[in-house]
């Protein structure tokens, strides 16, 4: 299948968030910023979010997986690696790509903060109004 010394990359993005994933023939354990994913992402829903596309796919022991995130927060991090790690996946095998675009993990979520304009309190907040 694939030689040992081998990894397939990914990078995912959410919000500002920026996770590059890398997923080697292992084990089956799961590291984000050098700590085991389930203590880097302690809300369970998060650490799930992460996990998503190897658990969908039953390839869960599978794979030895290493996420370096940065930016954003917990659940857009948690998205980015999930983002990340089904780029991977379709690197090392092609043939996943349109099971895991119908399970909505190859889109890249592009939703991200309005920024604030001149004259307004916030992106769209006016100051209010005084009639006297």
């Given at each position: 299948m694939?030689?040992?010394?081998?990894?397939?990359?990914?990078?995912?993005?959410?919000?500002?968030?920026?996770?590059?994933?890398?997923?080697?023939?292992?084990?089956?354990?799961?590291?984000?910023?050098?700590?085991?994913?389930k203590?880097?992402?302690?809300?369970s829903?998060?650490?799930?979010?992460?996990c998503?596309?190897?658990?969908?796919?039953?390839?869960?022991?599978?794979?030895?997986?290493?996420?370096?995130?940065?930016?954003?927060?917990?659940?857009?991090?948690?998205?980015?690696?999930?983002?990340?790690?089904?780029?991977?996946?379709?690197?090392?095998?092609?043939?996943l790509k349109?099971?895991?675009?119908?399970?909505?993990?190859m889109?890249?979520?592009?939703?991200?903060?309005?920024r604030?304009?001149?004259?307004?309190?916030?992106?769209?907040?006016?100051?209010?109004?005084?009639?006297?």
């Amino acid at each position: 299948m694939v030689k040992a010394d081998k990894y397939f990359e990914g990078i995912g993005r959410r919000k500002t968030a920026i996770a590059r994933v890398r997923l080697t023939p292992g084990k089956g354990d799961m590291m984000v910023n050098g700590k085991e994913a389930k203590a880097y992402f302690p809300v369970s829903r998060f650490f799930e979010a992460a996990c998503a596309p190897l658990r969908k796919l039953k390839m869960q022991g599978d794979f030895s997986v290493s996420a370096k995130v940065s930016g954003g927060g917990p659940a857009a991090q948690a998205g980015a690696v999930r983002h990340g790690l089904a780029r991977a996946l379709v690197i090392m095998n092609p043939e996943l790509k349109v099971q895991l675009r119908g399970l909505g993990f190859m889109t890249r979520d592009s939703r991200m903060v309005e920024r604030k304009k001149y004259g307004l309190k916030k992106a769209r907040r006016a100051p209010q109004w005084q009639k006297r």
